[in-house]
């Protein structure tokens, strides 16, 4: 063996570790919920924002910085508070202000965009999650959606191979491990929720299938946005794995894809808001 396949090897090794402990940590934040998982969701999207202003190149003036993470943090209470409307409200101002100044000083709005980027899946999470146990299972859900679809993506495309599925984003990328992680994640998602005690409907493989997509899309999505900037990873703080949205860029499109999906069945979109949107997403695709 020689030192390029030893060091792959532990880089191997150090990446299943690290991922398992991941894992493990969001299932425990995930169960406590409350507080505790609003909390830490928020703190993953500021630490999205720094990595997303990274890959774009985007450098603010201190002033500017401290406007963005100052409303990063009073939408964030405002939201785990309850006040809906008011971080709905913060969140249109920070986003038109910002977009501003860059469109008029830096002809961009990549920061503007980064905001939007971090706080929709910020919302949905802690909105499904709420404090309802129901919201723990749709949290499991999407957690193997996602965790599913990419893990028999890689093996599917590795074993399988064959055409490329996007090769000028993500040369990578086969439409074998696209197929693969479709089947694979639907699969797992039913798996976990038959041993959750769940009942599933046709409805549930329709629902799965939009989520493991919309998984897939995510990927694809920061892969082009890594490769717009040449940047490869969007960060370091996880050894063996890069940054934070390099872990969970699947799971800021089908969190978000979930959260509308269960607004609209909770009646939300029409004016009443609710903040126990998991119940009825669960009605929709379980057994009554």
Known sequence: MNISEKTGGSELQLRIVFGLLLAAFAFFQTWLGGLAF??????????????FRRICGVALPGRVAFFAYAFLLLIGVAWIGKAY??????????????????????????????????????FALTHLRSSSPEGFYVILLLFACVW????????????????????????????SGFFGGLV?????????????????NPAFFLVAALLVIASQLGDLAESALKRKFG??????????????????????????????????????????WTWEPANAFLTFITVN
């Open 38 to 51: 609003s909390v830490f969701v928020a703190i993953i999207a500021i630490i999205m924002f720094f990595e």
């Open 85 to 122: 409307d008011t971080a709905l409200v913060l969140t249109g101002f920070a986003f038109l202000s910002l977009w501003a100044w860059e469109a008029l000083i830096k002809r961009t709005g990549w920061a503007a965009l980064g905001l939007v980027y971090v706080l929709l899946p910020f």
């Open 148 to 175: 599913g679809a990419d893990t028999v993506a890689y093996i599917a495309g590795k074993t399988i191979g064959g055409p490329k599925l996007a090769p000028r984003i993500s040369p990578g990328k086969t439409w």
């Open 184 to 200: 694979g994640g639907i699969v797992i998602a039913w798996l976990v929720m038959k041993i959750s005690g769940y009942a599933l």
């Open 231 to 272: 940047v490869k990873d969007s960060g370091a703080i996880i050894p063996g794995h890069g940054g934070v949205l390099d872990r969970i860029d699947g799971l800021v499109f089908t969190a978000v894809v979930a959260w509308l999906l269960a607004m609209q069945l909770s009646g939300i979109f029409f004016g009443v």
